[in-house]
């Protein structure tokens, strides 16, 4: 239900955009998109990241359509969704939220928010390598997207030069 009025919400926003410039500049359109429609699809993403396909898929084509529509305003040819991506340096949707989830991990891992990570997280104490490794907790699957089940396999999965940067820039 959440998606559901983020999408009709979003899509009312990229409508009126659409409707109201008068430019022929992808770039006007785009910094528009990012003002005014991107934060609508992404507003605390990391409570309610969507877990169905059919609401990631729902999410993104509210910004499918916003490019499409950009580049047929600009009179550019039709094109590829991810070739519009690349030429607008936009992400996918879903993978900005994975970087903002990943974002909130390292913010509570190093005490930059107001949670307390012993609380929430445990950190691994099989890799002797990587300190930041985290431990992986059960769960069901109602509890499967819960964010500080979620982001565990991909922070665990990230490379260890980077880690290991994380750890020296915070010890």
């Given at each position: ?11 009312f926003?990229?409508?009126q ?5 008068r430019?022929?500049?992808?770039s ?13 699809l992404e507003y ?8 169905k396909f ?5 999410l ?8 499409r529509?950009?580049?047929?305003k600009c009179?550019?040819?039709?094109t ?5 991506l690349s030429?607008c ?12 989830d990943?974002?909130?991990v390292?913010?509570i891992m ?13 950190r691994?104490?099989r ?9 992986k907790?059960r ?6 997207n819960?964010?500080f ?6 922070w665990n999965?990230?490379p ?7 750890r020296?820039?915070?010890?």
């Open positions: 239900m959440h998606v559901a009025k983020v999408v009709k919400t979003a899509y926003k990229a409508y955009l659409l409707k109201i410039l430019t022929r500049t992808l006007t359109f785009i910094f528009a998109y990012k003002t005014y429609v991107r934060p609508h605390a993403a990391e409570s309610w990241s969507p877990k059919a609401d990631i898929r729902r993104e084509r509210v910004q499918r359509y916003y490019t529509m950009a580049f047929k009179g550019l040819r039709k590829i969704y991810t070739d519009r030429i340096h936009l992400e996918s949707l879903e993978y900005r939220r994975k970087v903002s990943l974002v909130m390292y913010k190093h005490g930059k928010v107001s949670l307390d990570p012993a609380k929430h997280f445990v691994s104490t890799n002797r390598l990587n300190k930041l490794q985290l431990q907790r769960h069901t699957s109602k509890t499967e819960n964010f089940i979620r982001t565990i396999n991909a999965q990230l260890n030069e980077l880690s290991t940067r994380l020296s820039s915070h010890s």
